[in-house]
Nanobody
């Protein structure tokens, strides 16, 4: 059983930056992929960034150019650097890992507001 714990959320003004962290209880290289999804109030959860086992990355068009996903295989952690944040980026951000099923963290709130 894999456990994922997010941190780094908070409140920021438009144009600001945040770095989210996801600590995994196991070896992240055992995952086929790890990534981040978000869910805003009244909306479906959407994938925003993903890194596969071989290091290939994917970014959602809605946030492309403003995100960087990275990992530290020694610390078994995945990170999401978010820049130029907009009010519409306000959501709960979830870390996930995929093997034969998805594992989810508890989520961390990101609020972008002036």
């Amino acid at each position: 059983q894999v456990q994922l714990v997010e941190s780094g959320g908070g409140s920021v003004q438009p144009g600001g930056s945040l770095r989210l962290s996801c600590a995994a209880s196991g070896n992240i290289l055992s995952m086929n992929a790890m990534g981040w999804s978000r869910q805003a109030p009244g909306k479906e959860r959407e994938l925003v960034a993903r890194m596969t086992h071989d290091g290939s990355t994917y970014y959602a068009d809605s946030m492309k150019g403003r995100l960087t996903i990275s990992r530290n295989t020694v610390k078994n952690a995945v990170y999401l650097q978010m820049n130029s944040l907009k009010p519409e980026d306000t959501a709960v951000y979830y870390c996930y890992g995929y093997t034969t099923r998805n594992y989810w963290g508890q989520g961390t709130q990101v609020t972008v507001s002036s």
